[in-house]
């Protein structure tokens, strides 16, 4: 043994019998990777909701969620990548809740309860300004702006038309013209025009959003009602 290797090895610290190995650092491990990812969403929401698209830095959601910034660039390409995820994640959040809620014993009332769900779920304050924090960046950032919105749509479409198919098997509405497999997404963007679109404008612009939910009821009832009617309508 050399001079420098007998040195280096009385340098370095024994291990008692039984003892581990020190945690190694880096990358974390397959299993946590996904908490990681949902720190780091949670953080970019923040910051979001706090300084705007144009205000949020990098920087900033890599401080809040306690994670280098190599660490969020190798999970997604830049701030824009984030806000979409975030958008994306809260679409996927309101509609996977909405089954837990389908029930009643027709059709009309499960109608109700996912319609009414679904609004409560899209005012809420979290959602209502990221919807704003999207919207104001509409003149600066067209591209984003038009990404976030066909993604929530598409995403918002693909949920509800689940949930509206698996209605439509238990409750024998594939017998309605509206509810077959080829007009089912059409029919789920209506449903979706119908019962939430005017709600979410007045909260959009000011509206104080407990008058609004107060509302809430009346609205889902005749709409859900006249939405089965056109549904059931054959124009013959």
Known sequence: MTAITEAKAKAAPRRRPGQRRPARTGRPPRELAGEVEERILDAAAKVFLERGFDGASVDEIADVARAGKPTI?????????????????????HTGSLKSVAVGSTLEDQLKHVAEALI????APNSIGLCRAAIAEARRFPKLASNVHRMARERGIEGVAQILAELARSDGAPCLPAFTADRLPATTRRFIDMVLLPMLLRALFGEDLAAVEGEIGPHVSSTVAFFLAACRYRGD
Do not use: D, P
């Not at 997604?76 to 959040?93: D, M, T």
């Not at 409560?120 to 005012?123: H, I, K, S």
């Open 73 to 93: 660039y190798a999970r997604f390409s830049g701030k824009e990548a984030l806000f979409v995820a975030v958008i994306e994640r809260l679409v996927r959040q």
């Open 120 to 123: 409560r779920n899209v005012l």
